[in-house]
């Protein structure tokens, strides 16, 4: 569903809340973009980093550089935890020798994991008996191409805080591609830290009214008729208590934003579920440090 995954970048670059007091200016950041296709994979690269600094600035850059070293060095693996190459080992601030290196690592993983695959998929058709000359030369023909977008970029800054998604479409070769990463990623500007706890933990339970009316406005905006009372029948997940997204909640102008990813609450046919609980709805249950950098 890779509408889907434009239209949630799209509503997750919003401005957000301006804190109270003066603090770093905008971060300086660079753009890096690319793209190429052999037989059986196609890939894209599309990275912001904040341009190598001193202070804060640094620190969100090692962090995303983090993020892109774990993504790419396990693309097409199968969920494997097993590195397909190894981090990179260069000056980390040489920009382009570090993008070079991630592209082409990657480039080179997935197009061998794709060949493999292929190779794979041709014996099987090969060894079966029960296809005429002409269907097996229809599904050697047809056999798709794995495809890789790989997503790291900034959706939303003010003063005190700066907001990054990591949000990669990947396919496979089978029925559907589907949606990976470690989705939003929220930074101190302050101290260069990665922001995760935005609410109290053990106040699930209290604010489930909230995320049921949340998930409700979600379902009501593709056509669904569902109300509070019904909510579950539309949900997979395994208990009553809607539990928190296994992404990281992000901050945006409106209030606290929920973002599930495919399969984690619904049907792949549902997309990815989110909403936005205002910050009056959920000021009793921010923890200090979201406070702080909220400015509430």
């Given at each position: 569903m890779k509408?889907?995954?434009?239209?949630?970048?799209?509503?997750?670059?919003?401005?957000?809340?301006?804190?109270?007091?003066?603090?770093?200016?905008?971060?300086?950041?660079?753009?890096?973009?690319?793209?190429?296709?052999?037989?059986?994979?196609?890939?894209?690269?599309?990275?912001?980093?904040?341009?190598?600094?001193?202070?804060?600035?640094?620190?969100?850059?090692?962090?995303?550089?983090?993020?892109?070293?774990?993504?790419?060095?396990?693309v097409g693996s199968f969920g494997d935890d097993v590195r397909l190459f190894p981090a990179f080992e260069g000056y980390s601030n040489d920009?382009?020798?570090?993008?070079?290196?991630?592209?082409?690592?990657?480039?080179?993983?997935?197009?061998?994991?794709?060949?493999?695959?292929?190779?794979?998929?041709?014996?099987?058709?090969?060894?079966?008996?029960?296809?005429?000359?002409?269907?097996?030369n229809f599904i050697l023909f047809s056999m798709p191409k794995w495809e890789y977008d790989f997503s790291l970029i900034k959706t939303d800054e003010t003063d005190r805080y700066v907001v990054f998604v990591s949000e990669d479409y990947t396919y496979l070769g089978g029925a559907h591609g589907g949606i990976v990463g470690h989705?939003?990623?929220?930074?101190?500007?302050?101290t260069g830290e990665l922001v995760e706890n935005f609410l109290d933990p053990g106040c699930l339970k209290e604010i489930q009214p909230l995320i049921k009316k949340g998930l409700v406005e979600y379902f009501s905006d593709y056509g669904e008729e569902i109300s509070l009372e019904n909510i579950g029948e539309i949900l997979i997940t395994d208990s009553e208590t809607i539990p928190f997204p296994a992404w990281a909640l992000f901050p945006s102008e409106n209030g606290l934003g929920?973002?599930?990813?495919?399969?984690?609450?619904?049907?792949?046919?549902?997309?990815?579920?989110?909403?936005?609980?205002?910050?009056?709805d959920i000021l009793p249950y921010l923890t200090p440090e979201a406070k702080s950098i909220l400015g509430l």
């Open positions: 509408l889907t995954r434009k239209l949630l970048l799209a509503g997750l670059a919003v401005a957000a809340a301006v804190a109270c007091q003066p603090t770093p200016a905008e971060l300086k950041m660079e753009t890096f973009e690319r793209a190429d296709s052999t037989d059986h994979v196609h890939m894209s690269f599309n990275a912001e980093l904040p341009v190598p600094s001193k202070g804060p600035a640094s620190l969100i850059r090692a962090k995303l550089i983090e993020v892109m070293d774990d993504q790419l060095s396990h920009s382009k020798a570090l993008i070079d290196y991630y592209w082409n690592q990657s480039m080179e993983a997935f197009g061998e994991a794709a060949e493999e695959d292929y190779a794979e998929r041709v014996a099987s058709v090969d060894e079966n008996d029960g296809l005429t000359e002409e269907d097996r989705g939003p990623l929220t930074f101190d500007k302050k929920f973002l599930y990813q495919q399969y984690e609450i619904a049907s792949y046919s549902a997309g990815m579920p989110g909403f936005t609980l205002s910050y009056d």
